[in-house]
């Protein structure tokens, strides 16, 4: 069974700073794998999609880089800025052989940037 | 382009009551997907419907049930409330649901009492 797994759960730091959010998954046996932010109250919206024969996949001031084999994807935040602030999810697709896997969340990286 | 649509945004029932939920996803996107938000489970999916037809289900009780129209259009249903239903459902679609990149809309807040 697939899980994901997102270390810290919170995240302080200042603004200016370049920071790492992780994630590791279980099964290295995946499609792809999408980080979201999530505002407080809202829905979330979809950052990188890194396929799994992607290593990275870059956005503005984010990276997401994915090592299939270790089981581990990190999201790269450059010059972080205080509308940075928001919750990080990742969320892998399972290869299940029929491609129609769901979305396996983990539990998200609460970041708070200060001014 | 507009993105995913969910209505209600925000309801509140009485537990046994039922409740519809409304999505509508981005033009052209067939795969509509159902996922469930509580503090303590985080986000958990419910079922997936393409070209109408449920394509996988995760595990919630038969309360939950789902349905996709011709146009795309998606209702999911909960049956019989329970306080614990208390939660933000959200909605995603994507062109094909396999390989693509899923857009999620802004959910609705269900609160029963």
Not at chain 1, 7 to 28: H, K, M, Q, R
Not at chain 1, 39 to 52: A, E, H, N
């Amino acid at each position: 069974k697939q899980e994901v797994t997102q270390i810290p759960a919170a995240l302080s730091v200042p603004e200016g700073e370049n920071l790492v959010l992780n994630c590791s998954f279980t099964d290295s046996a995946i499609y792809n794998l999408q980080w979201f932010r999530q505002d407080p109250g809202k829905g979330l919206t979809s950052l990188l999609l890194i396929q799994s024969s992607q290593r990275e996949q870059t956005s503005g001031r984010l990276n997401a880089s994915l090592d299939k084999s270790s089981g581990r994807s990190t999201l790269y935040i450059a010059a972080s800025q205080p509308g940075d602030s928001a919750t990080y999810l990742c969320a892998v697709k399972s290869d299940y052989g029929g491609s129609q896997g769901n979305l396996i969340f983990g539990k998200g990286t609460k970041l708070s940037v200060k001014p | 382009k507009a993105g995913v649509t969910q209505t209600p945004r925000y309801l509140i029932k009485t537990r046994g009551q039922q409740v519809t939920l409304s999505c509508s996803p981005i033009s052209g996107h067939r795969s509509v997907s159902w996922y469930q938000q509580t503090p303590g489970q985080g986000l958990q999916f419910l079922f997936e419907y393409f070209s109408e037809t449920q394509r996988n289900k995760g595990n919630f009780p038969g309360r939950f049930s789902g349905r996709q129209f011709s146009n795309s259009r998606s209702e999911m249903n909960v049956s019989t409330l329970e306080l614990g239903d208390s939660a933000l459902y959200l909605c995603a679609s994507s062109p094909t649901g396999t390989r693509d990149t899923i857009y999620f809309g802004e959910g609705s807040w269900l609160t029963v009492v």
